[in-house]
């Protein structure tokens, strides 16, 4: 069995206003060039195509563009739902479900946990779980948030081996998640996700007869093998550099090959068309010398000062050269003690329950102290109900 593994695309993610010519297309027209050239038997995508759970007609459109590509080359594409697509209540329509009302033959989305067979080998799906959907139950609505998050997590593993159990033995299993796992390693998904979590550990995941774990959730690429079996539990990360806590991070996807009872074959395949960060941060005179131009042209750019310079006008004029040549310039951000800020404007991600976390803490106000995990909690439930609609 050979494919390609990738997650997190989140297309429609948002740009700068000066990156209109932006085309969300180039990656995943890429992923098609490599689909062919690699001669897969099937694209899997382990959730988040979109940023948002109701994307714009635009980017709707660039998707199903992509998936006519592969139906045009015989290639099939399964399709797991993530926090950012999938149905926070069962049964709840979404935008991916046109591709199962058009019944097409090689197009499988999968929003809850089932077994797809495709090409001989077993796909067992794990779609991002809702909380929303656990305790809409009566029997679950007065838990605390944690024992709701471990009982979800425990259900998730009695509905593995279930599918496990109905499978059997004898063929390819193949395990599409889009899970975080306490093992890994987390990129900028922390900012864009407002949902609590805890994440299980590979080992609780780990089946004697799955072959491959191809993960999606965590943005960072990364192969994490276990102790239990030695199986590998892989993350692609996202396609491409949504912030500045992605500037280091190579961005692409992976192509596999396995067998059963064989070690899986992986190769990273670089996304050439992600965006491209940099940070240039400036300590003093001769910072400015250090600085590569042609990486600024490329990329969006942002000042860090962090030192006290005896040239002044040195930065001013230099400041000058990086919005005029970079290819977007973010902001300036002035770390000097004491120092009146020269930023332009500083573009942050915030988690807003993390900004309410922080609010309380510094209220002088007793009571609302008193209160604040109720408060927290009836936040996550409403931003939660937010994204739903």
């Known amino acids: 069995m050979r494919f390609l593994h990738l997650a997190d695309l989140h297309l429609g993610f948002p740009l700068r206003e000066d990156e209109s010519k932006f085309d969300f297309f180039k990656s995943l027209n890429f992923v098609v060039e490599k689909a062919k050239e690699y001669e897969v038997d099937v694209v899997l995508i382990a959730g988040d195509v979109f940023h948002e759970r109701s994307p714009n007609a635009k980017f709707q459109s660039v998707f199903s563009s992509f998936v006519k590509e592969l139906m045009v080359n015989k290639i099939p594409v399964l399709i797991i739902t993530g926090n950012h697509e999938g149905p926070s209540f069962r049964g709840k329509n979404i935008h991916l479900d046109v591709y199962d009302n058009l019944k097409l033959p090689s197009v499988y989305v999968s929003k809850i946990s089932e077994v797809v067979t495709i090409?001989?080998?077993?796909?067992?799906?794990?779609?991002?779980?809702?909380?929303?959907?656990?305790?809409?139950?009566e029997e679950n609505r007065n838990r605390e948030e944690s024992e709701v998050l471990n009982l979800m997590n425990r259900?998730?593993?009695?509905?593995?081996?279930?599918?496990?159990?109905?499978?059997?033995?004898?063929?390819?299993?193949?395990?599409?998640?889009?899970?975080?796992?306490?093992e890994g390693e987390v990129g900028f998904e922390k900012?864009?996700?407002?949902?609590?979590?805890?994440?299980?550990?590979?080992?609780?995941?780990?089946?004697?007869?799955?072959?491959?774990?191809?993960?999606g959730h965590l943005h960072k690429h990364q192969i994490i093998r276990s102790?239990?079996?030695?199986?590998?539990?892989?993350?692609p990360g996202s396609l491409d550099r949504l912030d500045f806590g992605d500037e280091?991070?190579?961005?692409?996807?992976?192509?596999?090959?396995?067998?059963?009872?064989k070690e899986p074959y992986l190769e990273f395949i670089k996304?050439?068309?992600?965006?491209?960060f940099y940070t240039i941060e400036i300590q003093n005179e001769n910072s400015f010398k250090s600085v590569d131009m042609e990486k600024v042209k490329r990329s969006i750019t942002r000042l860090l000062i962090k030192g006290d310079l005896f040239e002044e006008h040195m930065l001013s004029k230099f400041i000058e050269i990086v919005k005029k040549e970079a290819y977007s310039f973010?902001?300036?951000?002035?770390?000097?003690?004491?120092?009146?800020?020269?930023?332009?404007?500083?573009?942050?991600?915030?988690?807003?329950?993390e900004s309410l976390i922080e609010y309380i803490d510094?209220?002088?106000?007793?009571?609302?102290?008193?209160?604040k995990n109720k408060i927290i909690e009836e936040a996550k439930i409403i931003f939660e109900e937010i994204n739903e609609a």
């Open 248 to 261: 280091d991070d190579e961005k692409g996807f992976y192509f596999v090959e396995v067998e059963p009872s």
């Open 362 to 371: 510094k209220s002088p106000n007793e009571d609302i102290k008193k209160l």
């Open 155 to 182: 259900r998730l593993l009695y509905i593995l081996d279930e599918k496990l159990s109905d499978i059997g033995n004898g063929n390819l299993n193949i395990l599409v998640g889009h899970i975080p796992v306490s």
């Open 330 to 353: 973010a902001y300036i951000d002035d770390r000097r003690e004491g120092n009146i800020p020269i930023r332009d404007f500083v573009s942050k991600a915030i988690n807003p329950i």
């Open 271 to 276: 996304n050439p068309f992600a965006r491209e």
């Open 227 to 235: 102790k239990k079996y030695e199986h590998v539990f892989v993350y």
């Open 191 to 215: 900012y864009i996700n407002i949902t609590s979590e805890i994440p299980l550990s590979i080992e609780e995941l780990d089946r004697i007869n799955i072959s491959y774990f191809a993960l």
């Open 119 to 137: 090409n001989g080998a077993n796909f067992i799906t794990l779609p991002y779980p809702f909380k929303l959907n656990f305790i809409s139950k």
